[in-house]
Every structure is written in C-alpha cells, then in structure tokens.
T-cell receptor, first 110, second 113 residues
Framework: DAGITQSPRHKVTETGTPVTLRCHQT?????MYWYRQDPGHGLRLIHY???????DKGEVSDGYSVSRSKTEDFLLTLESATSSQTSVYFC?????????FGSGTRLTVV | GESVGLHLPTLSVQEGDNSIINCAYS??????FIWYKQESGKGPQFIID?????DKRQGQRVTVLLNKTVKHLSLQIAATQPGDSAVYFC????????????FGAGTQVVVTP
C-alpha cells in the first residue's frame, strides 16, 4: 500500500502485557497517524505525529503511547493491554494523494 | 482478515443501478472532505475528495456532493458493480488541525446480481 507497512498483522496477547505495533513508511512523509477501528465507531484517532519526536494525542489516547525516533517508523505501545483495546489498528500517512492507510493489525487481548 | 463485524447501515443495490451513500458531518469548520472505501481485510482506500469551496466534484463513476448548509455529504456511484461492495466512510478535516481525519461510522454497500 504505497510504501506503508504495519507489523504484526495479527496478535493475541494477555491482559496486562505490553504490546508494540509498528508502522513503517518508505517515502519520508512527515505526518503519520494511528487509528483504531471498532464496530459502530468507524475509525478513531489515537495519536499522531508531525515529525521526528513530535507527537500528540488524538481522541482516544488513554492507555496508549507512541514514539517516532526516525521519519520512517511510528510505534504504538500499549503499556498494559486491556480487553477494551481489542481492536483493529490502522496506521496512515499523509502523502501527495491525501492519506494512505496500511492494511491494519488485528489485536486481541484475552 | 481485518473484518471488524461492523453493525452498520446497509445499502442493498442491484448491479447496474446507481448508489447514493449519505453522510452527515459534525464540524462546521471542516473544510476538506474525503470518501473512503474499505474492503474486508484491507485499510480504507481513497475514492474522491472535495473542498468546502465546492459543492460538487466528479470522478470516474463517482460524484461527491457537499451541502454545507445542512452539513451533508453524499457519494453517488454510477452503474454499481460487484466490486463496489464494501464499507464506505466519509471523513472531514479542518485544515489547521494537523491533518487529523474525523471519520463517520460508515455504510455497508451490498451489490446484488
């Protein structure tokens, strides 16, 4: 998908464990975003980044942190996963065509 | 795949007919709008966009209409095909908001033969 990859594609983890999802882009875009998708809610913004080490909270940021130490990688961390964080997570970049989304990570917290 | 089992409004359309998908947006300050298509197991894909200084924009088989007075967007798909079956989302952006997209809940379109 236009130089954006997410890993892993699927993960099952236990409540209370830390989890990190990775978003990698190959095109040096400045803006990157993490969304979660749940039934009935569409996509909701968790965190976003407007440059290396420049990040800010979205509308559903509680329980999540992010890091962007280099342009190409935007990491989303669940410090202590809870069942309410079971969701599909999408990363997006803002590019010359608007926005391009990754294929998503399905995270299940048991 | 990343099927989220969405409990969405569903639009059933016969193949060859035109589809109209509606969306109410929330922020009167939004000045850029995008329609996305999401197929099962995939991320949202760009269909068409429109800026707030326009009320209509056409693409290939798709047309977006914007009514700022009532904060309403619609997506029209001409001659709907089986490959158009997907979930459709509208998204709004306020230009000086770091490009943060605000999504609607989506509409499931099912194309029947």
């Amino acid at each position: 998908d236009a130089g954006i990859t997410q890993s892993p594609r699927h993960k099952v983890t236990e409540t209370g464990t830390p989890v990190t999802l990775r978003c990698h882009q190959t095109e040096n875009h400045r803006y990157m975003y993490w969304y979660r998708q749940d039934p009935g809610h569409g996509l909701r913004l968790i965190h976003y980044s407007y440059g290396v080490k420049d990040t800010d909270k979205g509308e559903v940021s509680d329980g999540y942190s992010v890091s962007r130490s280099k342009t190409e990688d935007f990491l989303l961390t669940l410090e202590s996963a809870t069942s309410s964080q079971t969701s599909v997570y999408f990363c997006a970049i803002r590019d010359n065509y608007g926005y391009t989304f990754g294929s998503g990570t399905r995270l299940t917290v048991v | 795949g990343e099927s989220v089992g969405l409990h969405l409004p569903t639009l059933s359309v016969q193949e060859g007919d035109n589809s109209i998908i509606n969306c109410a947006y929330s922020n009167s300050a939004s000045d850029y709008f995008i329609w996305y298509k999401q197929e099962s197991g995939k991320g949202p894909q760009f269909i068409i966009d429109i800026r707030s200084n326009m009320d209509k924009r056409q693409g290939q088989r798709v047309t977006v209409l914007l009514n700022k007075t009532v904060k309403h967007l619609s997506l029209q798909i001409a001659a709907t095909q089986p490959g158009d079956s997907a979930v459709y989302f509208c998204a709004e952006i306020k230009t000086d908001s770091w490009g943060k997209l605000q999504f609607g809940a989506g509409t499931q379109v099912v194309v029947t033969p």
